[in-house]
């Protein structure tokens, strides 16, 4: 939710269905609502034992949530109201990913019907060729370099933390239906150069995987 509103961290909104309130428990701090989960008491509406379990924490600073009003203010008056905000969001993201593609020389994720990417995120293949493990060595050429199927987990997890570390960014990556991708979101603050600038530094990385270091950090 900070993220989408562009309000401070720790201003969220937290909705859970009735059946599984129960299942909930905090990851802070609670006050005099704390109830185990085997005393609580499945409640529609009122104070529920859900509701006490979150209603005081003292510990926590509560002014992140008097930005709410500004942040939706700025949406409507500044962006343009939330469908403006959607249908850029959307567009910009199965553009910038399709440029992406070109890039690298891959693909985008999409399904037969053409409906996966209806909406603010898309997926990119990077250009990492995955293999069996003893084909990884057979001289077969390819438009990318090869890796194990093997190795494709561990270079995918080792991808992600290293766009935090050395690019200042997060690029969630994963090892998905025989390839390596990217997943990459629509933002109103972003353009199609944001997305090229993502594609050169993942192609960086993977030329970095290939050199292996990812396996030399790995090990």
């Not at 989960?37 to 859900?50: D, V």
């Not at 399904?111 to 996966?116: D, G």
């Amino acid at each position: 939710m900070t993220r989408w509103l562009y309000v401070p961290r720790g201003c969220a909104v937290l909705y859970v269905p009735a059946r599984n309130q129960e299942l909930i428990r905090t990851t802070l701090p609670t006050s005099h609502g704390f109830q185990t989960p085997s005393n609580r008491k499945l409640q529609l509406g009122g104070n529920s034992s859900f509701v006490e379990l979150f209603k005081k924490v003292s510990t926590v600073d509560p002014t992140p949530y008097v930005c709410v009003p500004e942040a939706l203010k700025f949406r409507e008056e500044q962006c343009g109201g939330e469908e403006r905000i959607r249908d850029y969001c959307q567009h910009i993201a199965l553009t910038g990913g399709r440029r992406m593609a070109e890039v690298l020389r891959t693909e985008i994720l999409e399904n037969k019907s053409n409906s996966i990417n209806q909406c603010s995120f898309v997926n990119v293949r990077l250009p990492l060729t995955v293999v069996s493990a003893q084909d990884v060595s057979v001289p077969v050429e390819t438009e990318h370099p090869r890796i194990s199927i093997d190795d494709a987990p561990g270079f995918a997890k080792w991808i992600t933390e290293r766009a935090v570390k050395d690019y200042d960014t997060m690029i969630p990556t994963k090892f998905y239906a025989g390839a390596i991708w990217s997943r990459l979101s629509g933002q109103i603050y972003l353009e199609v150069v944001d997305f090229e600038w993502a594609a050169n530094s993942l192609q960086e990385m993977c030329q970095r995987v290939m050199k292996g270091e990812s396996r030399s950090e790995m090990s």
